[in-house]
């Protein structure tokens, strides 16, 4: 896809919806000696997630898995909206669409499995990591650089807010 027409995609981003499992963690699930499940997080995508938020877009999670872990990480950076269990994700996905009152390509997506197709085809930027199953990354507009759960979704974060011009904006706190 052309670099213009990827901004021109960004640009029209105001809500993004995040997978967990392979996107914001490397897919891996570790269980202790007790049967608890271990996730682990990139502290920069959750860092970006707080500067889009600042910006004004809103951060969503949407998993096919039901986990406390998952809970707890979105309560860090203040995700109000956790979509979990979610088997038919493309019907999740259009409860998203009214409940926040945007159209298709005002929302970027990212996901990295087979369940994931449906909804990456239908947003306005689909993004996938690049380990991600093959037909994901197929069906993407944009493939990370950073791989899920190692900042790819930092990555993304950060360019939408460079693409919109607000990067400065929310970043100045910290550059001055």
């Not at 259009?94 to 159209?103: D, G, P, Q, S, T």
């Not at 994931?116 to 993004?127: H, M, Q």
């Not at 900042?151 to 706190?173: M, N, S």
Request: aromatic share 8%; charged share 30%; with cysteine.
């Amino acid at each position: 896809m052309e670099h213009l027409e990827l901004e021109e995609r960004m640009k029209r981003i105001r809500l993004l919806i995040l997978d967990i499992d392979g996107i914001l963690t490397d897919g891996r699930i570790i269980y202790d000696n007790r049967g608890n499940e271990l996730k682990f997080f990139d502290v920069q995508d959750g860092f970006g997630i707080v500067l889009l938020k600042r910006a004004g877009i809103e951060a969503v999670i949407m998993t096919a898995k039901k986990s406390k872990v998952v809970s707890r990480r979105a309560k860090d950076f203040n995700v109000r909206h956790v979509y979990q269990n979610c088997f038919d994700k493309l019907k999740v996905f259009e409860e998203i669409v009214k409940r926040f009152n945007l159209a298709p390509d005002e929302i970027c997506f990212m996901g990295d499995d087979l369940i994931d197709i449906p909804v990456l085809k239908r947003v306005g930027f689909a993004v996938s990591v690049p380990n991600a199953v093959e037909e994901s990354r197929n069906a993407a507009h944009y493939i990370t650089t950073r791989h899920g759960g190692r900042g790819a979704v930092r990555e993304i974060c950060d360019l939408i807010l460079k693409t919109q011009k607000r990067w400065h904006d929310v970043t100045a706190r910290y550059t001055r």
